[in-house]
């Protein structure tokens, strides 16, 4: 009777360690928060990931890769002298993984050099930005777009921005920083094409604007044929519909933007 009692003590600890040990495995870690220094930079800037729980390891990469346990570990600041973004993940023994966060950062080569914006047609008055200027003021838009006066929305086809420079300059690419957060129903464009006195001068489509991905702020980079340039032209052609993997199916999509830069 004895063993029998005892037996059953052991096979009970024993459920309950295994119990416990699918437990831990079951539990994903949470995601790091990253943060930069100056999201736009002309020398560097310094990039902090902010986790605290024991025995975490934040492991990260800087070129867009996929992050796995052979990944760099991250142990103090990183300092940046040139684009790049930034993929984390927080690893565990015990825990599973953490979802990837990441964060872009752009070296700029020119400081303000735009005298003057016209957008056409004028933004959503609910998303108005801080006019076509802040456009080219250099300062990110943060998280809550709702309640963040650096974005600027749109709900129409296509949006054109006539840039003038305060000088003629040599320029190569076009940036436009853009929100992508699908669950607000709020898309990549399809593409966006730069004009020099009507003349097509450069254009990029983008793919993944009717993939379905997870809340990023992203930077949509159009090459130009390289040239010396006093004013441009830039249109972005949202999507024309939300595709049908969406609950919002068939609708259009909102387009949000905070900077166009020449580089």
């Given at each position: 009777?004895?063993?029998?009692?005892?037996?059953?003590?052991?096979?009970?600890?024993?459920?309950?360690?295994?119990?416990?040990?699918?437990?831990?495995?079951?539990?994903?870690?949470?995601?790091?928060?990253?943060?930069?220094?100056?999201?736009?930079?002309?020398?560097?800037?310094?990039?902090?990931?902010?986790?605290?729980?024991p025995d975490a390891i934040?492991?990260?990469?800087?070129?867009?890769?996929?992050?796995?346990?052979?990944?760099?570990?991250?142990?103090?600041?990183?300092?940046?002298?040139?684009?790049?973004?930034?993929?984390?993940?927080?690893?565990?023994?015990?825990?599973?993984?953490?979802?990837?966060?990441?964060?872009?950062?752009?070296?700029?080569?020119?400081?303000?050099?735009?005298?003057?914006?016209?957008?056409?047609?004028?933004?959503?008055?609910?998303?108005?930005?801080?006019g076509p200027l802040g456009?080219?003021?250099?300062?990110?838009?943060?998280?809550?777009?709702?309640?963040?006066?650096?974005?600027?929305?749109?709900?129409?086809?296509?949006?054109?921005?006539?840039?003038?420079?305060?000088?003629?300059?040599?320029?190569?690419?076009?940036?436009?920083?853009?929100?992508?957060?699908?669950?607000?129903?709020?898309?990549?464009?399809?593409?966006?094409?730069?004009?020099?006195?009507?003349?097509?001068?450069?254009?990029?489509?983008?793919?993944k604007s009717t993939a379905?991905?997870?809340?990023?702020?992203?930077?949509?980079?159009?090459?130009?044929?390289?040239?010396?340039?006093?004013?441009?032209?830039?249109?972005?052609?949202?999507?024309?519909?939300?595709?049908?993997?969406?609950?919002?199916?068939?609708?259009?999509?909102?387009?949000?933007?905070?900077?166009?830069?020449?580089?």
């Open positions: 009777m004895r063993y029998r009692y005892i037996l059953g003590v052991l096979l009970l600890v024993f459920h309950s360690c295994i119990a416990q040990k699918a437990s831990t495995q079951t539990f994903q870690m949470s995601t790091s928060q990253l943060k930069a220094s100056s999201v736009f930079f002309d020398a560097k800037t310094t990039i902090e990931f902010d986790f605290n729980f934040i492991r990260y990469a800087l070129n867009g890769s996929v992050v796995n346990e052979s990944s760099k570990e991250y142990t103090a600041p990183l300092v940046l002298t040139e684009s790049s973004l930034i993929t984390a993940k927080v690893f565990h023994p015990h825990y599973l993984e953490s979802d990837p966060v990441q964060l872009e950062v752009l070296k700029i080569s020119k400081k303000k050099p735009i005298k003057n914006i016209v957008i056409t047609p004028s933004p959503n008055e609910r998303y108005p930005g801080l456009l080219g003021d250099l300062i990110k838009g943060g998280k809550q777009f709702s309640s963040d006066s650096q974005w600027m929305g749109f709900q129409t086809d296509s949006i054109t921005a006539l840039i003038t420079l305060n000088d003629a300059i040599q320029v190569s690419t076009i940036v436009v920083s853009l929100l992508t957060s699908q669950s607000s129903w709020i898309f990549a464009p399809a593409e966006i094409k730069i004009f020099y006195k009507g003349k097509l001068i450069g254009a990029s489509s983008y793919p379905s991905n997870a809340r990023n702020d992203s930077f949509f980079s159009v090459p130009v044929a390289m040239g010396v340039y006093g004013q441009l032209e830039v249109v972005i052609y949202p999507l024309n519909e939300i595709p049908e993997w969406h609950q919002g199916k068939g609708t259009r999509p909102w387009f949000f933007m905070d900077e166009i830069i020449i580089q």
